[in-house]
C-alpha cells in the first residue's frame, strides 16, 4: 500500500520532472531559432561581400 505522503512525493517530483524538459525544450527551442538567425546573417553577409 503507498502512503498519501508517498505518493504525493512522486507526484511532485514527476512535477518537477517535466517543468524541467519544458525548461530545457525551451532553451534548445530559443537556441536553434538564434543559430538560424545567425547562420542566414553570416552567409547574407558572405553573399554580400562577393558582389
Do not use: C, W
Request: glycine share 4%.
Amino acid at each position: 500500500m503507498v502512503s498519501p505522503a508517498d505518493k504525493a512525493h512522486a507526484v511532485r517530483a514527476a512535477g518537477e520532472i517535466a517543468l524541467n524538459f519544458g525548461f530545457i525544450l525551451a532553451i534548445t527551442k530559443f537556441t536553434q531559432h538564434y543559430l538560424v538567425r545567425t547562420r542566414d546573417a553570416i552567409s547574407r553577409n558572405i553573399e554580400s561581400r562577393r558582389e
